[in-house]
C-alpha cells in the first residue's frame, strides 16, 4: 500500500443512492485504506435526465451519508456547466491533490466494460488507477480494444498515482437504482434498499413517489 492515502471517488447519478452504492464505497475505502468521495453527475453523458434533481440527488446523499465522515460527497460536477466527463474531474482532482498522490476512479463492473465509450477514456490513466468493482449479474468482459488497453495495467493494490486497473471484490448486493425507480412507478415502497434516513423526510423520495401517479 502507498504511504500516502489514496483517494478514491464513485461517480454515478444516485437517482437514487441505495445500498448497493453505499456499500461498494465503504468496502472500497477499507480495501484500499482510502478517503471516498461520492461525486453526483448532473448531466450524465449518454444517459437519460434523471428522476430526481441535482439539489434533490444530493439532499438524499446526505441523507444517506449523515453519521459517518469516512464516505463524502464531492459536487464539482454539479458546480460545472456541460456534460460531466469523468477525465474532467478527474484532472480537476489531480489538479487539487498534486501529482503524487493515488487517485482511484471507482466504477461497478456494468459501468467498467463500457470504459471504451467514455469521453477520452485513455486519459483516465493518466490521472487515476481504475478500481472495478464486482457487481452480480454483470457477465460482460472488456471489448477487444480495452482489453487490449489495460493488458499489462492489472494490479493487485495501490502502486503509485495512476495508470493501473485494480479489482475490487465486495459483497454482491443486486440493488439498482432503475428496480427502485420501477418500485415506485409500480406504487411499492423499496425500502431497506436504500437507507431508512432517505424516508425519514417525506420530501426527499417526491420526485419517486410521483412516478407512480
Ligand atoms: P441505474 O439503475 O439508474 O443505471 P445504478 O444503480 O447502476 O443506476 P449509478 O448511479 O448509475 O447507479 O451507478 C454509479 C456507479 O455505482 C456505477 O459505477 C455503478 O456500476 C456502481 N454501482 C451501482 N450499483 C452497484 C452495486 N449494486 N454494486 C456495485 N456497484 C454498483
Known amino acids: 500500500m502507498s504511504s500516502v492515502r489514496p483517494l478514491a471517488i464513485l461517480g454515478g447519478t444516485f437517482d437514487p443512492i441505495h445500498h448497493g452504492h453505499l456499500r461498494a464505497a465503504w468496502e472500497a475505502a477499507e480495501a484500499l485504506e482510502a478517503e471516498v468521495r461520492l461525486v453526483p453527475a448532473r448531466t450524465p453523458p ?55 498522490r493515488p487517485l482511484v476512479l471507482l466504477v461497478g463492473a456494468d459501468a467498467f466494460a463500457g470504459l471504451a465509450s467514455w469521453h477520452l477514456w485513455r486519459e483516465l490513466f493518466t490521472f487515476a488507477h481504475v478500481g472495478v468493482l464486482n457487481r452480480p449479474g454483470v457477465t460482460h468482459t472488456a471489448p477487444p480494444e480495452l482489453a487490449d488497453f489495460i493488458a ?6 495501490v502502486h503509485g498515482a495512476a495508470g493501473t486497473v485494480i479489482d475490487i471484490a465486495i459483497t454482491p448486493l443486486d440493488i439498482a437504482a432503475t428496480a427502485i425507480r420501477e418500485a415506485f412507478a409500480a406504487g411499492s415502497e423499496p425500502r431497506f434498499l436504500l437507507p431508512s434516513a432517505c424516508f425519514d423526510d417525506e420530501s426527499l423520495l417526491a420526485p419517486y413517489r410521483a412516478l407512480g401517479r
Do not use: N, W
Open 46 to 100: 449518454h444517459r437519460p435526465a434523471p428522476v430526481a434533481d441535482a439539489a434533490g440527488r444530493v439532499a438524499l446523499l446526505r441523507a444517506a451519508l449523515a453519521g459517518q465522515d469516512r464516505l463524502t460527497i464531492d459536487t464539482r460536477e454539479l458546480d460545472r456547466d456541460g456534460p460531466s466527463y469523468s477525465v474532467d474531474t478527474l484532472a480537476s482532482l489531480r489538479a487539487d491533490i498534486g501529482p503524487e
Open 152 to 157: 499489462g495495467r492489472r494490479s493487485e493494490r
